[in-house]
C-alpha cells in the first residue's frame, strides 16, 4: 500500500487553484513554503496547462513515477483524496459475454462498460437486435457502445437463441411473450435485473431499445414494465399485441395490426415514453405500425402535438412530438426514402443506414431527458 508524506493536501490544492504553485510544491513536499517569486516578489502565476504540468510532476514527486495520475480531476470544483485518484487507475472500456437463466430459459447477452465507470451509477440501456443479427453485429451497426464510452452509461444487448427460432427474430407475436414475468419478456426483465444488481445504476434510469423484431419486444417490454424502463426506442418495429401467431404477425409486418393493440390499461392516462423511427420505404414492417405504437404509448391521455420537418444526413425526415404542457413525452420521426434499417447506422453492422438521423444519438437524447417518476 502506499504511504504519503504528512502534508497539507488541502492546503496545497488551494494554493495550486490560486496558481501558487512553488508554494503549493513545497507543501506537497513538506517544505515551508515560498509565498513569493524572488524575480518579481508576487505569486507565480500559471496557466491552466502549467497547473496540469505543476500537479503532475508535484504528485509523482511525492508518490513516485510510476504512479497513475489523474491531475485534471484536482482542477474539478470537488477533489477526490489523491490516495484515492491513485489507487484507481484507468480502465479500458470492456465489452463482457455473460448470461442469465430462470423458468423461461436462458439467454447470453453482452454488457459494455465504459472506460469511465468506477462503481458511480450510471444509466443503463438496453438493446434488442433483430432478426439473424447478434449483439457484436447490432453494436457495430448502432454505435451505441461509443455512445455509451462518450457519455458514460451501460449498454447490454440480449441474444436470442438460435434454438427459440431459426432466423433468431425474438419471438414477439407469441402471446406467452407479451406479457409480464413470461417467455422471452421475463428473461429480458432478469437480464437487465441482473445487470441492476451486479452493476451500480441508477435509480429511474433504465431503458430499452430495439430494431425490428427487437423494436416490437421492446415495445413490449415498456408495456409489461412499467416500473423497470423509464422510457422506450422502437426502430422498424411494431406495438405489443399486434399479432398473436405467425400469419397475423406477417399481416400486420405488411398492412399494421387488423385493429389497434391495446393500451397498458383500459382507461389508463399514463404514457410510456416512447421515441419511434421508421421508414416510409420499409417493405419489411409497414411504417403504419410506427403511429400503432406511438397511440399505445400515448394510452388514454390527451397530449398537444407539433410538427417539424428537416434533413439528416442526406435524409429528408418528420418528426411529430407530442407534448403534456413544456414536456415532450412522445416522437416519431418518419424517414423519407428509408427502408428497413437503423437510421445513421454504421456500414460496419447489418441492416443500416448510413444516411438519416442518427438514431442512436437522439434516442440517448430523449432517454436522458425522461427519467422516471419517482
Known sequence: MLKFPATDMAGALRLTRQGRLKEALAVLQGKPANLTDPATKKPPQFGKAGVLQFVDSALKGVLGNGSQLEPRELLKGTFRPVADIVSRPSKPSRFEARSFANEAGSRKYKLFIPSGYRGEKLPLVVMLHGCTQSPDDFAAGTR???????????????????????????NWFNTGNQHRDQGEASLIAGITRQIMRDFAVLPGRVYIAGLSAGGALAAIMGSAYPELYAA????????CGAASDLPSALSAMRHGAAAPAASRSKGSARVTPAIVFHGDRDATVNIANAEQVIAQSKGGARLQSSITEGEAGGMQYTCAVYSEGARPLLEEWVLHGAGHAWSGGSAAGSFTNPQGPDASREMIRFFFQHPAAA
Open 232 to 239: 422506450i426506442g422502437v426502430h422498424s418495429g411494431l406495438a
Open 144 to 170: 451505441m457502445n461509443d455512445l455509451a464510452e462518450e457519455q458514460e452509461f451501460l449498454v447490454a444487448y440480449p441474444e436470442q437463441a438460435r434454438s427459440a427460432n431459426v432466423s433468431k427474430c425474438w
